[in-house]
């Protein structure tokens, strides 16, 4: 058990929809990071935040977005959604960014 | 371009030791993280080395040069629930993200 914990668990959804996803990260971690992973693949980093901003992104399209809170919670939204979007989907909180991130079990996106 | 190379299956026996090896080429470096997962888990993390040699944890061990932009992770006295897939992850200093490899499938028989 890390104490990050994701949810849902998972998610059925048709194409062109919209999704939200939540994360609550170890307490004391300030630093939460989204990543997806296909099946069969290495998570892919999405982006960073740290202390409510973004603070690095990877190549995804702008229709990935992302929130922080003020408890360092964190929201993944995916717009328009496309078939290849179907993955599972990584939240890892850390105390610092650079410092060693913790997985939670993540959200098991289909899309249809 | 950034990549990291682990390979890609792993075959040992019960009480054996085995070496995952990875070499990383990527612009900037904070260290080197390990995880593992089993099927349709969460990545557990298992090691972070930021300096040059060997970090001990129980079973586990994790090596990393980076002169040689390359590190390894050992694990002793292999059992079954080890059977898993296995990632090498560099903490790029762009943001803090990590940069996965592909991952070693670890099969561990009797």
């Known amino acids: 058990e890390t104490g990050v914990t994701q949810s849902p668990t998972h998610l059925i959804k048709t194409r062109g929809q919209q999704v939200t996803l939540r994360c609550s990260s170890q307490s004391g971690h300030n630093t939460v990071s989204w990543y997806q992973q296909a099946l069969g693949q290495g998570p892919q980093f999405i982006f960073q935040?740290?202390?409510?901003?973004?603070?690095g992104r990877g190549n995804f399209p702008p229709r990935f977005s992302g929130l922080q809170f003020p408890n360092y919670s964190s929201e993944l939204n995916v717009n328009a959604l496309e078939l290849d979007d179907s993955a599972l989907y990584l939240c890892a909180s850390s105390l610092e960014p650079g410092e060693a991130q913790y997985f939670g079990a993540g959200t098991r996106l289909s899309v249809l | 371009g950034q990549s990291l190379e682990q390979p890609s299956e792993v075959t040992a026996v019960e009480g054996a030791i085995v070496q995952i090896n990875c070499t990383y080429q990527t612009s900037g470096f904070y260290g080197l993280s390990w995880y593992q997962q089993h099927d349709g888990g969460a990545p557990t993390f298992l090691s972070y080395?930021?300096?040059?040699g060997l970090e001990e944890t129980g079973r586990f061990s994790s090596f990393l040069s980076r002169s040689d932009s390359y590190g390894y992770l050992l694990l002793q006295e292999l059992q079954m629930k080890d059977s898993a897939s296995y990632f090498c992850a560099v903490n790029n200093n762009q943001g803090g993200k990590l940069i996965f490899g592909q991952g070693t499938e670890l099969s561990v028989k009797p």
């Open positions: 935040y740290y202390r409510e901003e973004e603070n």
């Open positions: 080395n930021a300096l040059d």
